[in-house]
């Protein structure tokens, strides 16, 4: 069974800077694409960062130069490093696993989420 357990979310003032990690078990994670994703409220969930199993991260326009998405194979962990937090990066935020099936097509696996909050 897939689990992907996310944490370092918080309370932080606006300028500041927080470390998400998502810790997967369950799957092969080397093989799997993993991305975060957050939702604030009354919002669609929209995708930040992106970090394909060869690695390459990519991300929204919103967090380019902030936001630094890298896993760490042997650990089973993706991490998001958040810097020059603002206030509309309040959100919770998902890890996502990507995991390839036999043949073709690939299942999504999500995690419960961790809620980042920016505040003065």
């Known amino acids: 069974q897939v689990h992907l357990v996310e944490s370092g979310g918080g309370l932080v003032q606006p300028g500041g800077s927080l470390r998400l990690s998502c810790e997967t078990s369950?799957?092969?994670?080397?093989?799997?694409?993993m991305s975060w994703h957050r939702q604030a409220p009354g919002k669609e969930r929209e995708l930040v960062s992106g970090i394909p199993a060869d690695g390459g991260a990519h991300y929204a326009d919103s967090v380019k130069g902030r936001f630094t998405n890298s896993r760490d194979n042997a650990k089973d962990t993706v991490y998001l490093q958040m810097n020059d937090l603002k206030p509309e990066d309040t959100a919770v935020y998902y890890c996502?696993?990507?995991?390839?099936?036999?043949?073709?097509?690939?299942?999504?696996?999500w995690g419960k989420g961790t809620q980042v909050t920016v505040s003065s």
């Open positions: 996502q696993a990507e995991e390839p099936q036999c043949g073709s097509g690939v299942h999504d696996y």
């Open positions: 369950g799957t092969i994670f080397e093989r799997n694409d």
